[in-house]
């Protein structure tokens, strides 16, 4: 499941430098995170990924805010879309799939 947010972004934090690690390992676990929550990763990332919230203020309140936010989504009744509005979205998504080939 991949969910998008509206949060805060991350800030640029002398933190980081605190404890151990940098910019660039934040951005490698923010990427796994939607298959961490939902339990689709080996244990040993796992570990690695707690280990880091652990020690990372930041990513322990994105993740906590990506929690509310999936909850939020799943709580909230879905409005079944008009047979407009299907068309719509499939030509969208047809046209987005077809540039994303052309660039491969």
Sequence with gaps: MRTRSR???IRKN???QRH????????????????????????????????HLGAC?????FIKSLRQTITLCRH????????????RLRRQILKVAASLRYRA
């Design 14 to 16: 002398p933190q980081h």
């Design 76 to 87: 909230h009744p879905v409005r079944p879309l008009s047979p407009t509005a299907k068309v």
């Design 7 to 9: 949060t805060a972004p």
């Design 57 to 61: 203020p930041n990513c322990e309140e």
């Design 20 to 51: 151990g690690h940098g910019k660039a390992h934040c951005l490698k676990i923010l990427k796994q995170l939607s298959a961490y929550l939902d339990d689709e990763l080996p244990r040993e990332i796992c570990e690695e990924i707690r280990r």
